[in-house]
């Protein structure tokens, strides 16, 4: 079994940045380890439903994000740490969140599918971020 643990969340003045770390641990029933997975971050404020923020897959070499964070937010993996990144910049009001990492530890998701929550096997249990104005 997985476990994905983040850090890394607090309070912060706009503009000011965070940055997150997800660390994994344990062997999925795939077989695979950390470097094979598909990793994401999502978030989720009062009232509204979870959203996607940045994706990794396994190769590294594509890296999706969504519009809100583009230019502000980089995603980012240490595969000999076993741990996600997510560098925040230029921090809004509107990025106050509780922030998850979720990994997709049993296949390879094509890669239009990154930003949906349902590819993602394995989730944490959440970092709260507060971005005061």
């Known amino acids: 079994q997985v476990q994905l643990v983040e850090s890394g969340g607090g309070l912060v003045q706009a503009g000011g940045s965070l940055r997150l770390a997800c660390t994994v641990s344990g062997r999925a029933a795939s077989g695979r380890t950390f470097s094979n997975y598909p990793m994401a971050w999502f978030r989720q404020a009062p009232g509204n439903e979870r959203e996607f923020v940045a994706a990794?897959?396994?190769?590294?070499?594509?890296?999706v994000y969504a519009d809100s964070v583009k230019g502000r937010f980089t995603i980012s993996r240490d595969n000999a740490k076993n741990t996600l990144y997510l560098q925040m910049n230029t921090l809004k009001p509107e990025d106050t969140a509780i922030y998850y990492c979720a990994a997709s530890t049993g296949g390879n998701p094509i890669l239009s599918s990154l930003g949906m929550i349902e590819t993602y096997s394995d989730w944490g249990q959440g970092t709260q971020v507060t971005v005061s104005s």
């Open positions: 990794n897959n396994w190769s590294r070499r594509h890296l």
